[in-house]
């Protein structure tokens, strides 16, 4: 047992601490909450490319660092801490060049794996559906073989990043004859292909965080089938845990965290600051202690990870609690701020630059995505614990 | 970063395990909450010969030289099986305490005889505040040529009724500062003046009032520096509050295994009750606070052990762990239903001791303040 990281570790974090502090004082950004989802920032991508930090965990062979888990968890925690725009790599550096990696052929390797290593790559992800939400394997998509093609047809939903993605990570039905499991294949195409059409989403703050992307007889060549034919649906489920696994799902809204306890120690109410209010302080300290309780479930994740043992059920329980925290910080931030919790960013006498009205809307939908609160609690009980099937 | 135990503390953890199974089956927790002395001295006896009650002390006080963290793994198992014993007492709550600021006399004089199963100790220290802050002490010592005169009325002291030794909180010097005038006193628990009393609690476990009248302490019994005794209960009130969180943590898991098996054999509709998704999430829930509560407790037991500075982690993980106990007894009663209510099941052992933990030495409130401090509130 040992809580505590190398000292090979910490030097890494303090140096990507410096990179992000210089990136700060420069003006490349602003720290903002969900910016690993909508921080759509090219430049800020290829700087990350630069530093060999996209693929940090990736093998050598394939131009990654082979570095722990661990070392990629110190990055994005890190990145998340100062809120910083990393969505244009952050599905790809996550989930879909693993993916590529475990299941493409050595072609699917060389082209898409040093794009994304470069930073130009932004993967979008192609699984929702109208019929197919939590019921994945539902869907409806079709790629239709036609000699050496497959042609798409069919509607993706709740597309992240959809507005700036060059690609789109695809499962689609290849197979309509077949259990619904097994009629399954997974793609990785471009986004810019002609019979692709991408209609924004506003979500609840007014954001385009999603779209709809409509397949019209898009042609593309077989190639781009990742994996084996009509198995993707086994393929998909690992990619899953990894979606789930990470610290964003916690620190999602760490800038607003941040903001909130310095808002109590800067305000004052009735001539008192509001941080020696006992009722904010222990708000304020609850939120600590359920973060810490969070970080070390993920934590556990990429131990598990790191062992070479697919996090399955583990990245469930830290997913499901950890989106709990999230929306319980929204919460206990506007309970803080009063009546001011309501105002939005831009408004006249707005706190917190907005965040907190902001994560309290945009948190609704953290315990949906990447597998809802009840379909992770099912996987904890029906793996981790052994409960029989309903 | 790891958070596996090591191959000995598996080992340690597993003999454990099966120790407590055959010498602590619930039939005996059941007696010995009736039980005057509420522990079996033929069990202690046991404990000692395998060398726990001295696992955490040097060799050359008699002990096994092990760590705080190898006590962590022991302790666990022991809330897991919810034994009745004076171990917490008079390891954690009087040993450690010798070891940390104990002159080389004491440490010779009490160590080996508290491994060796001799001798029990406990600690004097909360009063009828129940608090844990300095300023609660108002136990007085009074000097007097070569002794102390101590007066006063010590509330919840565990196991005082068969102690054989106090250490005794007090206050030394009231002109000083809350935290500058206490001094810990090494009492016999027979000399003239103490009277204890056992308490009834949900638990039955012995909590004591214990009254000193005018009972006099040798100066050479000083547990440390005269007047400094306030910076060594601060030391113990963190492994203290760790090592419930440890019982606490073996208990919540045992609940959570017990509920899983209950819902896996339990049929209505004609169905297990655990194919049902309310009872399924309800186990889950369990788990993640399990969980939570494991890491939070480990860490904390790992940086103790480690001689790191760690009052916020002690904090997280009591303050988790109390309240993260709750929720999961609740929902243990929730999936066993009613019978799980009755006196003659298991469970409500757990749910008693639970909540005895979850108060002692701080509960969430008592931290969330200890972490807004921490984090410059």
Known sequence: MDFKFTEEQERFRQEVRNFLEEELKQGSFQPSCDAWIQGYSPEFTKKVAHRGWIGLTWPKAYGGQGRSNIDRLILTEEMLRCGAPAACHWFADRQIGRSIIAFGTEEQKQELLPRILRGEAYVGLGMSEPEAGSDLASLQTRATADGDDYIIDGQKMWTSCARFMTDIYLVARTDPAAPKQRGISEFVIRANLPGITITPTIDITGSEAWAEVFFDGVRVSKNYLVGEKNRGFYQILNQLDYERAGLERLMGNYPLFDAIVQFARETKRNGRPLAEDTLVRHKLAQLQIEFEVGRLLIYRVVLVMDEGRAPNWEAAMAKVYSTAFEQHLANMAIEILGLYGQLVAGSKWVPVAGMASHSYLASKGYSLQAGTSEILRNIVALRGLGLPES | ?377
């Not at chain 2, 919810?82 to 009087?94: A, E, I, K, M, N």
């Not at chain 2, 040993?95 to 600021?101: F, R, S, T, W």
């Open chain 2, 1 to 377: 970063m790891n958070f596996t135990l090591s191959e000995e503390q598996e080992m340690l953890k597993k003999i454990a395990r099966d120790f407590l199974i055959d010498k602590c089956p619930k039939t005996l927790v059941r007696e010995m909450v009736a039980d005057e002395k509420g522990y079996s001295p033929e069990v202690w006896r046991e404990m000692a010969r395998l060398g726990w009650v001295g696992l955490a002390f040097p060799e050359k006080y008699g002990g096994n030289g092990m760590s705080f963290l190898d006590l962590a793994v022991l302790l666990e198992e022991m809330g897991r099986a919810c034994l009745p014993s004076p171990f917490f007492s008079t390891v954690v709550l009087g040993g450690l305490p010798i070891l940390e600021a104990g002159s080389e006399e004491q440490k010779q004089q009490y160590l080996p005889r508290i491994g060796s199963g001799e001798t029990i100790f406990t600690l004097a220290l909360t009063e009828t505040s129940a608090r844990y802050d300095a300023a609660s002490i108002n136990v007085k010592a009074m000097a007097d040529k070569e002794t102390y005169v101590i007066s006063g009325t010590k509330l919840f002291v565990p196991d005082a009724h068969i102690a054989d030794y106090l250490l005794c909180v007090a206050r030394t010097n009231e002109a000083a500062a809350t935290e500058n005038g206490i001094t810990l006193f090494i009492v016999d628990a027979r000399s003239q003046g103490i009277k204890s009393t056992v308490l009834r609690t949900i638990a039955g476990d012995k909590l004591c009032e214990v009254v000193f009248d005018r009972v006099r302490v040798p100066g050479k019994n000083i547990l440390g520096r005269l007047d400094g005794g306030w910076s060594v209960i601060s030391r113990v009130i963190e492994q203290a509050a760790v090592a419930k969180c440890c019982e606490m943590v073996g208990s919540m898991q045992q609940v959570l295994e017990m509920t899983v098996a209950y819902a896996k054999e339990r049929k209505q509709f004609d169905r297990h009750i655990g194919s049902f998704q309310a009872i399924q999430h309800y186990c889950a829930n369990m788990a993640t606070d399990v969980d939570g509560s494991r890491f939070t407790t480990y860490q904390a037991a790992w940086m103790l052990s480690e001689g790191l500075p760690c009052a916020k982690e002690v904090a997280i993980a009591k303050a988790w762990a109390g309240e993260a106990y709750s929720r999961v007894s609740t929902l243990a009663h929730q999936v066993h239903g009613a019978i799980g209510c009755t006196i003659d099941h298991d469970l409500q052992f757990y749910t008693k001791q639970g909540k005895a933990a979850a108060l002692t030495f701080g509960d969430g409130d008592f931290y969330r303040e200890i972490v807004a401090q921490k984090m410059g509130l």
